[in-house]
């Protein structure tokens, strides 16, 4: 089975504070994810990674930034974090043999970050 | 603009009826459609996703997902509710370029006993 692990599953943080999300995937795959889900608006692509050191931005990028060092980890950064950013967190990864569209996404537990 | 529809906030059905959840997308093309389900203080699992071929699709759990190019939708079904079916449920569609899902607002699905 495909495993995604989030480094927490809650976090508090105060307002300016430099957020670090961690997500790791244990199937070897290409293609990484991250998403924010709030009630009434789903989940909204925040930014992925088709490869180590590659990133493109989602929908929702600004105020984050995001760090792939290796295959199987995928970092969120929220350089200066605002009460705006407090939702859940998502990370999901899936693998880039048919690419992207069609290949099915797996998704850790998630993490629900407080900003205060 | 792309966009995915869950037009009910919430479906109630009793144990042991059928029920449907419905989506409709906005997406030019031929979009891969996808139907992934959501349990308390849990991430996404996946349930199905259609690719090509057949219009029926059948996943996990006894869900299927009927396919209508015509009418650009996507709706979940399964025959027999149970109450371990209450969740929510997110609809999802590739984007145009093929690069991310769109996904929709969710629907929250109550089975009653």
């Known amino acids: 089975d495909v495993k995604v692990t989030q480094s927490s599953r809650y976090l508090v943080k105060r307002t300016g504070e430099k957020v670090f999300l961690e997500c790791v995937q244990d199937m070897d795959h290409e293609n990484m994810f991250w998403y924010r889900q709030d009630p009434g608006l789903g989940l909204r692509l925040i930014y992925f990674s088709y490869d180590v050191k590659m990133k493109e931005k989602g929908d929702i990028p600004e105020g984050y930034s995001v760090s792939r060092e290796k295959k199987e980890r995928f970092s969120l950064i929220l350089e200066s974090a605002s009460t705006n950013q407090t939702s859940m967190y998502l990370c999901?990864?899936?693998?880039?043999?048919?690419?992207?569209?069609?290949?099915?996404?797996?998704f850790g537990p998630g993490t629900r970050l407080l900003v205060l | 603009a792309q966009s995915v529809a869950q037009p009910e906030d919430q479906v109630n059905v009793a144990e042991g009826n059928p029920l449907t959840v419905k989506c409709t997308y906005s997406?030019?093309?031929?979009?891969?459609l996808f139907w992934y389900v959501q349990y308390p203080n849990r991430g996404l699992q996946f349930l199905l996703k259609y690719i090509t071929g057949d219009n029926l699709v059948k996943g996990s759990y006894g869900f299927e997902a009927e396919f209508n190019k015509s009418q650009t939708s996507f709706h979940l079904k399964k025959p027999s509710a149970l109450v371990s079916d209450s969740a929510l449920y997110f609809c999802a569609v590739t984007n145009q370029a093929g690069t991310a899902l769109i996904f929709g607002k969710g629907t929250t699905l109550s089975v009653s006993s």
């Open positions: 999901a990864s899936s693998s880039g043999l048919a690419g992207i569209s069609q290949e099915t996404q797996y």
């Open positions: 997406v030019s093309g031929n979009p891969y």
